[in-house]
């Protein structure tokens, strides 16, 4: 499956954006999706992430209550609802999937990858 995130952007703090990730290839509700973020010099975080059916989601407690995962089953993607914005929430922000949501916060279990999409958050 090939995956495509887009919707980054330059936001002020306290702002939103919808990050998309958009599956090629296979139906994606064949894998769990997740949502991690990285900034220059530091290790690829867990953001969040979604099961297949779309019933369960986990979210790192830093985005708690400001960002949602959820699917759009009619366009194949994944979104990303990101919400009150703060500077340490700029990163370039990657998708992943992989087939079961065990182990779910380590990148390294992800099978595939979107090419990230930047998220800048001005104070």
């Known amino acids: 499956v090939q995956l495509q995130a887009s919707g980054g952007g330059l936001v002020q703090a306290g702002g939103s954006l919808r990050l998309s990730c958009a599956a090629s290839?296979?139906?994606?509700?064949?894998?769990?999706v997740g949502w991690f973020r990285q900034v220059p010099g530091k290790e690829r975080e867990f953001v969040a992430v979604?099961?297949?059916?779309?019933?369960?989601?986990s979210y790192a407690d830093s985005v708690k209550g400001r960002f949602t995962i959820s699917r759009d089953s009619g366009k194949n993607s994944v979104i990303l609802q990101v919400n009150s914005l703060k500077p340490e929430d700029t990163a370039t922000y990657y998708c992943?999937?992989?087939?079961?949501?065990?182990?779910?916060?380590?990148?390294?279990?992800?099978?595939?990858w979107g090419q990230g999409t930047q998220v800048t958050v001005s104070s």
């Open positions: 992943a999937a992989k087939v079961y949501i065990d182990g779910y916060n380590d990148p390294s279990q992800y099978d595939y």
């Open positions: 290839g296979r139906t994606f509700s064949s894998y769990a």
């Open positions: 979604i099961s297949r059916s779309g019933r369960t989601t």
